[in-house]
């Protein structure tokens, strides 16, 4: 069985073994005299088996790369290798070559995507921490591994043959790609965190640096193998490709996007084009001497990431690329491996060993130089050694590659393979043991507006996903009534889903001092803003941020942001937009999920708009006549909806405030302390609610009503719904109440709480907007 796996790995785009009369030489049986059955029967056991395994390594924050390897051991000559026909039946030599050409297809198509996806404007937005840690994570290991190589080879007198082998070995170690990294940070979640965003920048820079000294080696290799005359041949054809690339098919993809009308798709006879050029440039790279996937990656970078064309090229391939096509990539190169290669008392397995531990060790070292330099906290930077010290699928691809060219043996290889194993096993466990991007918001309490202090500025982020979110939060930041005495900062944030490039982007429109593209970004946005700063001037201050993230991650961008500017208010839009009628018009549930990660983690008070039209108005003369209600039950999240009702009619005689306060007869429930807040919070209003105004306090209206339980409440929400054009209520999550008693059962959406929720339902029938507050919760 052994001898048929060490048979079998030269046969990865290879053509499978003869005999003398042409005849295939492996023993058949009845499934492999169909080559459809058997290729079908093959990725189904590939692809079954790297889910199921995926499934169970999961839990131990293991990455879906490790199951795909390990999947590949289990197919391999360690596991049903021993059981006999079983490479025959299953992998036979006949079936080798057309598997091994799809797995290489489809990792071709992954380095092409993974170009598409690279960012190369964040070459220009990278600064000097990630440029420095990108040179050295390449350089310092290749340098000192180069010399151990030259030490370990003079002491057991390795032949060159043997050299040759651990100089592989050295420079695929000493790798950082971009596409490695950017599936691990996308894995871990942590690609628009701060440690995220650097490694991705010294990645791209390590990469680029690594891919100019590959090609160089490349063909220093070739005139030293064949003549210097075809080396300088497939240099100029090298540098013609990259010009042609460069200065005729962008240009042209530049021309397709143009001919693309905005928000239609792109034209297929576009993407056939681009998927025939790919396919070329592989065909072009073998042909000058060049790994097949050179060509691919730099076709791939070419390409204007985002949408439309970037995005539309990820959206077709990346699905089969990504999910069929690069595992079985990734399983066939480990079902190579055969532990029993490695003689652990050979000289050159103990020289590969301390090589290895060389570079892997320099590797980590370099990684911490520029971050402690600067002075990082020393957990975030050995987080970034790390990130910076993962191995993927690159190396994998390499160590591959140099086997089927018998350039190393199977000792080289087997023992290469596991040292990606354990460090692609190793290192994400760790960094999620390290590094947690919302611990930064523990310890910064107090970010609301009860504690603000009189007169004192507020600072609200506004949270902008499509255009008709605009108007509704422009609306309620009117109602607020900014003046000279009562300052609004407003920090706006575009977020736009991340598709068709792998890099998050952030962007503050007053520090960009010139755009690094012809696109605009949140162009509507900043000019609707901008009006808003005009009309109140000397009252509002606005600045306007794009970021442009996976939505699974989007959170982080705005928790960040309303740290960095310490906002006490954060306003998000509900997920679901209501027609004219009151019907809904649809719901959008990844902002939901959004929604709910921001509330769970912010680092201040959270306001979640529905807006349901009434918030709107046009003229002073509708804006006297808007109402707003407060359904105040006590606790925390009354309190800061109470506080910010109050702002909102402070020094502002143009929106009638009526707070409507519920009372159960039995208290047993709520504890003398908070009574006693939330008397302190509603006395002023006790003996100044007015009916005309007074006080400087606008027209407001205190009332009481008695309430026994929940059935009483909804009653008497009824009653008030259509009588108000905004209801401002807490969201009181999990706080038991027998104002609410049953309630609970019927709430739909527990972001915003049972109160808002029921306000929001169309069972209500209302056609008022509600706003759900939650005051800045303990982390």
């Not at 439309?308 to 089969?320: A, H, Q, R």
């Amino acid at each position: 069985m052994e001898e048929h796996f060490e048979t079998r790995e030269i046969c990865i785009g290879l053509p499978p073994p003869v005999n003398s009369d042409g005849i295939w030489s492996n023993v058949t049986l009845p499934l492999t005299n169909f080559s459809l059955p058997l290729l079908e029967t093959q990725m189904i056991a590939i692809f079954s088996t790297t889910q199921i395994s995926h499934l169970i390594l999961k839990s131990f924050g293991l990455p879906k790369f490790v199951s795909e390897m390990i999947a590949g051991l289990i197919f391999g000559p360690q596991v049903l290798g021993r059981i006999k026909h079983y490479g025959e039946f299953m992998f036979p030599l006949i079936s080798q070559e057309l598997l091994g050409t799809i797995a290489l297809l489809g990792y071709t198509l992954f380095i092409f995507l993974s170009g598409v996806k690279m960012d190369m404007g964040i070459i220009y937005r990278t600064g000097k921490k990630a440029t420095l840690t990108g040179v050295l994570s390449l350089l310092m290991p290749l340098i000192l591994g180069m010399f151990a190589q030259r030490v370990v080879t003079r002491h057991w007198s390795l032949s060159g043959s043997d050299s040759l082998q651990l100089i592989i070995a050295t420079t695929t170690h000493s790798l950082t790609p971009f596409p490695v990294i950017s599936c691990l940070l996308s894995e871990l979640r942590i690609l628009n965190s701060e440690i995220g965003r650097l490694g991705l920048s010294a990645a791209i820079v390590s990469d680029l640096l690594s891919g100019f000294l590959t090609c160089f080696f490349t063909l220093t290799k070739v005139s030293v193998d064949a003549s210097v005359k075809k080396a300088l041949i497939d240099g100029g054809i090298v540098l013609v490709y990259v010009i042609v690339v460069a200065y005729v098919a962008r240009p042209a993809m530049f021309w397709m996007i143009k001919q693309t009308p905005e928000g239609r798709p792109v034209k297929d006879l576009y993407i056939y084009i681009i998927f025939l050029a790919v396919l070329g440039s592989g065909l072009l790279s073998n042909w000058f001497d060049q790994l097949i996937v050179f060509g691919p990656f730099i076709l791939g970078l070419a390409v204007p990431d985002g949408p439309p064309l970037g995005s539309t090229l990820v959206n077709k391939f990346d699905c089969m690329v990504s999910g069929v096509l690069l595992p079985l990539f990734v399983t066939t190169s480990m079902m190579k491996v055969n532990v029993s290669d490695i003689n652990l008392s050979s000289p050159l397995a103990m020289a590969n060993a301390i090589v290895l531990v060389t570079v892997i060790i320099a590797k980590f070292a370099a990684c911490l130089v520029a971050p402690l330099f600067s002075k990082m906290p020393i957990t975030d930077a050995v987080t970034l050694a790390l990130i910076m010290s993962c191995k993927g699928v690159v190396e994998m691809s390499i160590y591959s590659f140099n086997r089927g060219k018998k350039s190393i043996n199977m000792e080289i290889f087997t023992f290469g393979m596991f040292a990606i194993l354990v460090t692609s096993s190793i290192v994400p466990i760790l960094i999620r043991r390290l590094y947690d991007p919302s611990r930064k918001y523990a310890g910064y309490q107090r970010r609301n507006m009860i504690d603000l202090k009189p007169n004192a500025e507020l600072r609200v982020l506004a949270c902008i996903h499509k255009p008709d979110h605009i108007p509704a939060i422009l609306d309620l930041l009117e109602i607020i009534h900014p003046t000279r005495e009562k300052f609004l900062a407003v920090y706006v944030l575009h977020l736009i889903e991340l598709i068709g490039r792998a890099s998050p982007i952030f962007i503050s429109h007053q520090m960009q001092k010139k755009t690094l593209s012809n696109r605009s970004y949140s162009q509507d946005v900043i000019l609707s803003f901008s009006h808003f700063q005009r009309k109140n001037h000397e009252a509002v201050m606005v600045n306007a941020f794009t970021a442009i993230s996976p939505p699974k991650l989007m959170h982080e961008d705005i928790c960040t942001l309303a740290l960095d500017k310490l906002t006490s208010l954060m306003i998000l839009p509900f997920h679901r937009k209501y027609a004219m009628d009151g019907s809904i018009e649809f719901e959008d549930n990844t902002l939901r999920t959004l929604n709910c990660s921001v509330i769970e983690r912010a680092p201040c008070s959270v306001a979640i708009l529905v807006n349901r039209g009434h918030i709107r108005r046009s003229t002073p003369a509708v804006l006297a006549q808007f109402s707003v209600a407060l359904i105040f039950l006590g606790g925390n999240d009354d309190r800061e909806a109470l506080t910010l009702a109050k702002h909102m009619v402070r020094d502002s005689r143009d929106i009638r405030l009526t707070v409507v306060h519920l009372i159960p007869e039995d208290e047993e429930g709520i504890t003398d302390w908070d009574k006693m807040l939330d008397s302190e919070a509603l006395k002023d209003l006790r003996y100044n609610s007015s009916t005309g105004g007074g006080g400087g306090e606008g027209y407001v209206v205190y009332l009481e009503e008695n309430v026994n339980d929940g059935s009483q409440t909804a009653t008497k929400l009824r009653e008030l719904i259509d009588d108000y054009d905004l209801f401002i209520v807490g969201r009181r999550y999990n706080v038991e109440s027998p104002l609410t008693t049953g309630l609970d059962e019927w709430s739909e959406f527990p972001e915003l709480g049972i109160m808002g929720d029921m306000l929001s339902s169309t069972d209500f029938n209302g056609r008022c907007s509600v706003l759900v507050v939650q005051q800045q919760m303990t982390i």
